[in-house]
């Protein structure tokens, strides 16, 4: 086992090596006519049964799902879908293109919309090169195949950075998290909370706060995540209720992380929980944020090491080098609760390469013996993690089994999701576009705890705008 583990690292070592010289960063292109998706070529046998992280003898698909849903969790049925809707006109800069990196729903917002069965209003980050967050209005949901008859959220605030400069042109692939939070002890205000990342990193300042209004966020921050590598804590960002943070998680009452393809950050989504500071005892940037509780982490954390230390036995069920799970939420309702992320979910065989089935060696830029394949013409030169199929996706996860984490019952990398949903039948548009860039299906999260509203974005959807759709929990 140490042996296998020794290897596994130099690989990890040799991708970063590689993807650091000879990855490309490609801006969304939008002045070229794309009618109709291009596919991909049809892998061949040999492209096709080539794998590189997970050795070949150990390479089997365990089904999520296959227990059953546990007892107090939520099943994934009572999720009724209610329809969609599109995101505003009026936006301003780059907007809502290639948006949906975060969202979170805010309970006070759009107080002249209270009256509907939506109220509130939702934070939500447009484009993906800038990371800046608008308020929206939430109107009524439609349930339709045709744009044309969905409604148009409104703006309620325009465009902010609300981070105070931490996302800059100079970042690889950056992402955000945002999550609303009422005035905690010694605020005067609500606050969002953030966390920011990029493609490449290790141990740097990530999270942060910032004012709900927009014109003035007075953002308060970085601080570094205690001992943990940037891949495992710095995409998505949510609450966790008040009740489960009181018995197991010291007050704990947020939850960040990050799901980092490729293995770096370990075989499944990473989960912290991790306590606000209050008003009275905000520090300075460049702090280290101390109040943290692992919930989930499917490796080892080393001392100084931006990978996780993994083997196979630390394997999410279902888990491939090429899913992105971009959001999740903490579902609570009469019918059970919920841990869930929302994102990609490859199926079927899983390479690294080019979307066209060409693969790349990992150490073929400094071992003569191995010859680098030609990069492909575009759509197909962006390298990476790529597989047979991908489908948009909710993974659950039991809430109790993370508690038996805490308690020392259960190792970060025991709980398994219980069961995943399919969202495809749902999506206006489920397929991967490597033309325009549409590598990641779904978006953010947000949940409405009061209303057992959900809201999960669509990207690329409408044009190179995201959609919202909006599902309920059912009650008993």
């Not at 000879?22 to 892998?43: G, K, R, T, W, Y």
């Not at 490449?200 to 943990?228: C, D, M, R, T």
């Not at 150490?363 to 394949?373: G, I, L, R």
Request: charged share 20%.
């Amino acid at each position: 086992m140490e042996a296998a583990m020794k290897i596994h690292k130099f690989k990890i070592v040799c991708e970063m090596f590689l993807l650091f010289f000879l990855s490309a960063c490609h801006l969304p292109i939008q002045n070229e006519d794309f009618s109709e998706p291009i596919e991909p070529p049809v892998l061949d046998n040999e492209q096709s049964t080539e794998t590189h992280s997970i050795d070949d003898e150990k390479k089997v698909e365990i089904e999520i799902g296959t227990g059953g849903i546990p007892e107090a969790s939520l099943p994934p049925q009572t999720l009724r879908y209610l329809g969609a809707f599109r995101l505003p006109d009026d936006s301003g800069e780059m907007g809502w293109d290639y948006s949906g990196h975060g969202m979170t729903y805010y309970p006070g917002g759009d107080p002249a919309g209270t009256m509907d069965s939506f109220p509130g209003s939702l934070f939500v980050v447009g484009h993906d090169q800038q990371l800046n967050v608008a308020e929206i209005s939430i109107p009524e949901p439609i349930i339709s195949k045709n744009l044309e008859d969905l409604n148009y959220a409104q703006m309620i605030q325009s465009f902010s950075d609300i981070t105070g400069g931490a996302i800059s042109e100079d970042m690889d692939i950056p992402r955000i998290g945002i999550e609303y939070l009422p005035a905690q002890a010694g605020m005067v205000e609500d606050k969002i909370y953030f966390c920011v990342g990029q493609h490449f990193q290790e141990f740097e300042p990530s999270h942060g706060w910032a004012s709900i209004n927009l014109s003035n966020p007075k953002p308060a921050g970085l601080w570094v995540f205690n001992g943990y590598t940037n891949y495992t804590t710095n995409d998505y960002l949510f609450a966790i209720p008040q009740e489960w943070a009181s018995t197991y998680a010291k007050d704990y009452i947020l939850a960040t992380g990050r799901f980092r393809e490729g293995v770096w950050g370990g075989f499944g989504p990473a989960l912290f929980a991790f306590a606000p500071l209050d008003g009275e005892n905000v520090l300075a940037p460049g702090s280290t944020l101390t109040a943290i509780q692992p919930l989930l982490l499917y490796g080892t954390q080393v001392d100084g090491s931006p990978d996780l230390l993994t083997d196979y036995s630390m394997r999410m069920d279902g888990y491939s080098e090429a899913d992105h799970w971009w959001g999740g939420a903490w579902l609570t309702s009469t019918q059970g609760d919920a841990v869930i992320f929302t994102g990609t979910k490859a199926q079927g065989e899983t390479w690294y390469g080019f979307s066209n089935g060409i693969i790349w060696a990992y150490d073929c830029a400094e071992n003569p013996d191995v010859d680098c394949p030609d990069v492909p013409d575009f759509p197909y030169d962006d390298r990476g993690y790529w597989a047979e199929n991908f489908i948009p996706a909710v993974l659950f996860f039991n809430p109790e089994d993370l508690a038996q984490v805490v308690q020392g019952e259960m190792a970060t990398y025991d709980p398994q999701p219980y069961a995943i949903l399919d969202l495809s039948e749902y999506w206006f548009d489920p397929e991967i576009r490597v033309e325009i860039y549409k590598r990641d299906l779904v978006g953010a999260a947000a949940f409405d705890q009061v209303n057992g509203l959900l809201y999960i974005i669509e990207r690329l959807a409408d044009e190179y705008k995201s959609v919202i759709h909006v599902f309920r929990i059912e009650d008993k």
